[in-house]
Nanobody, 122 residues
Framework: QVQLVESGGGLVQAGGSLRLSCSAS????????VGWFRQAHGKEREFVAR????????RYADSVKGRFTISRDDAKNTVYLQMNSLKPEDTAVYYC???????????????WGQGTQVTVSS
């Protein structure tokens, strides 16, 4: 079983940047899909970005495309979300997630972290 811990959240002004980290323990995530999601207060959780085992294969929500970059460092068993040009509407709790089975490119995620709060002030 894998444990995921998000970090790097905080308070930032609009236009600023943050880098979130998703650190995994309990097993390697090098062969696994990892996704970032967010949930704003009173709203449903939404997809933000995901990266497959190949760093070439990434996908983004339209709302963050061109501003956010997902990357992974398998040596550190960590996935990052670099967030630039932040907007107040990016305010949310950000979660990372991964799968039970390797080489899975679709379907529901099996493991989730506890989340990290990102607040963007106007």
């Amino acid at each position: 079983q894998v444990q995921l811990v998000e970090s790097g959240g905080g308070l930032v002004q609009a236009g600023g940047s943050l880098r979130l980290s998703c650190s995994a323990s309990g097993r390697t995530i090098s062969s696994y899909r990892v996704g970032w999601f967010r949930q704003a207060h009173g709203k449903e959780r939404e997809f933000v970005a995901r990266i497959l085992w190949s760093v070439i294969s990434t996908r983004y929500a339209d709302s963050v495309k061109g501003r956010f970059t997902i990357s992974r460092d398998d040596a550190k068993n960590t996935v990052y979300l670099q967030m630039n040009s932040l907007k107040p509407e990016d305010t949310a709790v950000y979660y990372c997630a991964t799968d039970e089975s390797p080489w899975s490119a679709s379907g529901e995620y099996d493991y989730w972290g506890q989340g990290t709060q990102v607040t963007v002030s106007s």
